[in-house]
């Protein structure tokens, strides 16, 4: 089921789904004397991906705690969304080990991984050169570059070009780099470069979303 909880397109119809789903469950609960017996909803995902956000536009309070990095929600919360319905609001999970490289560096650029691990230096560069090659108007476009600056730019090369750009320069007219990397990373996840995604269709066509 396709939701957007920045529009609230497609919220409407998840209380109806679940309970087509649990359909015979309610049944049966009906033919226990049960009626009205509260649905209750786990809301489970990797950090940073919107759990609290969605649990936010269906209770339509801002209840639940959001930022825009992982580890915020601490500990399981109870939100009720309507008559006979609630949602556990759960801290992010990952997987204990990434068997696949990309996987891991998929989830680090939306922030699903905390930064302070990484070396967001190499990150944001790793990152830049996958929007070169994806995404090269996208990139173009948010940081006043040309594509003939970026066509044959190394990951590190892009980082010193947008630093130059946005004029973060430290003593002796050096880019700080540092801060460059957490501006495309913060810009990155706050969807300023646009609407793009990280994976492919199965035929491999980029899909936009």
């Known amino acids: 089921m396709a939701l957007d909880c920045k529009s609230g397109r497609g919220l409407n119809t998840f209380i109806p789904t679940i309970k087509n789903v649990l359909s015979d469950k309610i049944r049966a609960w009906e033919n226990k004397g049960m009626t009205g017996r509260t649905i209750k909803v786990m809301i489970v995902g990797i950090p940073n991906v919107g759990k609290s956000s969605f649990i936010n536009r269906m209770s339509r309070q801002n209840r639940a705690k959001v930022e825009?990095?992982?580890?915020?929600?601490?500990?399981?919360?109870?939100?009720?969304?309507?008559?006979?319905?609630?949602l556990l609001d759960?801290?992010?999970?990952?997987?204990?080990?990434?068997?696949?490289?990309?996987?891991?560096?998929?989830?680090?650029?939306?922030?699903?991984?905390?930064?302070?691990?990484?070396?967001?230096?190499?990150?944001?560069?790793?990152?830049?050169?996958?929007?070169?090659?994806?995404?090269?108007?996208?990139?173009?476009?948010?940081?006043?570059?040309?594509e003939e600056e970026i066509a044959a730019a190394e990951g590190y090369e892009l980082l010193e070009l947008i630093g130059?750009?946005?004029?973060?320069?430290?003593?002796?007219?050096?880019?700080?780099?540092?801060?460059?990397?957490?501006?495309?990373?913060?810009?990155?996840?706050?969807?300023?470069l646009g609407k793009l995604t990280l994976d492919k269709a199965e035929d491999g066509v980029n899909v936009r979303i």
């Open 68 to 86: 825009d990095r992982p580890g915020v929600t601490r500990g399981n919360q109870w939100f009720t969304i309507g008559k006979g319905f609630d």
């Open 90 to 146: 759960t801290p992010g999970v990952l997987w204990p080990k990434f068997d696949d490289k990309q996987v891991g560096e998929k989830l680090a650029y939306i922030g699903s991984v905390k930064d302070e691990i990484l070396d967001t230096e190499h990150l944001a560069g790793r990152l830049l050169e996958y929007l070169r090659n994806d995404y090269p108007d996208c990139l173009c476009q948010r940081y006043k570059l040309k």
């Open 164 to 192: 130059r750009r946005r004029g973060m320069l430290i003593s002796g007219g050096e880019i700080n780099t540092e801060r460059a990397a957490a501006t495309v990373l913060d810009e990155f996840r706050g969807g300023l």
